[in-house]
Nanobody, 126 residues
Framework: QVQLVESGGGLVQAGDSLRLSCAES????????IGWFRQAPGKEREPVAA????????YLADSVKGRFTISRDNAKNTAYLEIDSLKPEDTAVYHC???????????????????WGQGTQVTVSS
């Protein structure tokens, strides 16, 4: 059974940077598409980034382009989300998700990911 554990969140100031990690166990990491989603208080969970199983293809939501970078290290069974120039509106719980059969048209579709982590809280103060 695939298990995902996020880490790296915290309380930061506007303009700071963070690197979130998503560690996978129990599956074949190199076969999994990884997505990052975030959920702010009172809002729907929204996609922010995704990366193909090989790492060759990377996808970013329009709202985060230029500040977010997604990457992965298949040798370490870990995916990363780097966030630069953090803004108060980035405050949310960040979740990583994994799936084997996630086509390029579906990388931002929550229902295509059967495996989810518990999330890591990112709070940005102004």
């Amino acid at each position: 059974q695939v298990q995902l554990v996020e880490s790296g969140g915290g309380l930061v100031q506007a303009g700071d940077s963070l690197r979130l990690s998503c560690a996978e166990s129990g599956g074949t990491f190199s076969s999994l598409v990884i997505g990052w989603f975030r959920q702010a208080p009172g809002k729907e969970r929204e996609p922010v980034a995704a990366i193909s199983s090989s790492g060759m293809f990377r996808y970013l939501a329009d709202s985060v382009k230029g500040r977010f970078t997604i990457s992965r290290d298949n040798a370490k069974n870990t995916a990363y989300l780097e966030i630069d120039s953090l803004k108060p509106e980035d405050t949310a719980v960040y979740h990583c998700a994994a799936g084997m059969r996630v086509g390029s048209d579906d990388v931002f579709t929550r229902g295509k990911y059967p495996y989810w982590g518990q999330g890591t809280q990112v709070t940005v103060s102004s």
